[in-house]
Structure formats: C-alpha cells, structure tokens
C-alpha cells in the first residue's frame, strides 16, 4: 500500500493533553471534517468508527484535520457476511441504531456530535464499567447536560441533543446542517425553528 505521509497528531491525543477545547476551536474541526463526511456520504460510504483517535490534525501548513482509518467502513446497499451479528465501532461514539447493524450518513453525523461532546465538556457521553454496559447508556439513556462540565451556551447544548438523538429521524438531516447550526448557537443566532 502506498499512503500519504502524516506528521501531526489525533484528536485523542490533543484532548489527553488538553482535557478539553474551546467553542471555536471544535467548530474549526467540525468545520473541516464535514468536507470529508460530505464526500463519504455523495459516495454512499459510511465511516461507522468515528471517533477522536480517527480525527488527524497535520502539522502542515496550514494545519489540516483529516479523516482517517477506513477500516470499519461500509457502502450504503452492500451486506457483509464477515461482520454479520458483530458490534463494530467504539461503544462511546455509536448511536442507538448502529448496535443493531443498521448504518445511514446519519450514524456518522451522531457521532461527530458524540466527538463535540467530548471534546467540550471533557467527559465521554456514556461511559461505563464495560462495554455490556456502555452499550446499555448508549442505548436508553440521555448524556448528562454539557453545562455540568463546561460552560457553553445554552444553544449548542440544543445541538448537541438534536445531534445525538436516540432516534435517526430526530437528527439534523446532514452533518453540513449540523456544522451550520453549531456555529449559529455559538455566536447566539440559532434560529428559532431548530431552538424549538
């Protein structure tokens, strides 16, 4: 295999250093990852492992984030015998749908919206003793209000909930209406159909 050569570091390894970003820190991520989700999805691809340690930032100039790792990958309309009746993703990032195997543009969108999270407030949406019962947080229970970890406007927590809904339907219909809708509730000019 002949590959780009990256120098820089993951997500994952920023958010160790730092705990957390600021607002507009994460909105630039959102910002430039949403090319690459725009990309996957015109194509019918669906990441289905989205998560920090797959999120790179080159330290080119300027400096790029990047989509990485493939591996878990899957076209819309295709079946794979291999993967059948196995979970595959990392627990934390995974939307209720996805533990039962069925995978749209919107399993990647929740979970960019579980990255923000993270990357905000510090602390995993779910988290748990083992993976049996992180899958059961993901599966029934609502993440723990961002505000009790970080100070954020009230707005982007409004995003964040619609960005991580239980249900597929609920969720912004693209990660471009999420990526514009978290800017808006930044600056305080969410509008008010999607406030409400």
Do not use: C
């Not at 595959?88 to 960019?112: F, I, K, N, S, W």
């Not at 510090?122 to 748990?128: A, F, K, N, Q, T």
């Amino acid at each position: 295999l002949v590959m780009e050569m990256l120098e820089g570091h993951d997500l994952a390894w920023h958010l160790r250093r730092l705990g957390k970003m600021r607002l507009p820190q994460v909105i630039d991520i959102v910002d430039q990852i949403k090319n690459a989700l725009v990309t996957m999805r015109e194509a019918g691809v669906v990441h289905r492992d989205l998560k920090p340690g797959n999120l790179f930032l080159t330290s080119s100039e300027p400096p790029v984030w990047k989509v990485l790792d493939f591996g878990l990958s899957k076209g819309l309309g295709t079946t794979s015998s291999m993967t059948q009746d196995q979970l595959l993703g990392t627990p934390a990032y995974m939307p209720p749908e996805q533990l039962r195997g069925d995978v749209t543009h919107l399993t990647d969108l929740y979970a960019v919206a579980a990255i923000v999270y993270r990357a905000l407030t510090g602390v995993l949406p779910h988290d748990g003793d083992d993976v049996a019962h992180m899958v059961f947080k993901v599966a029934y229970e609502q993440p723990a209000a961002p505000a009790r970890f970080a100070r954020l406007p009230s707005d982007v927590e409004l995003v964040l909930s619609l960005g991580m809904a239980k249900v597929p339907a609920d969720r912004f219909d693209t990660i471009e209406a999420f990526a514009s809708a978290l800017r808006a509730a930044s600056t305080g000019d969410l509008d008010d159909v999607t406030r409400r």
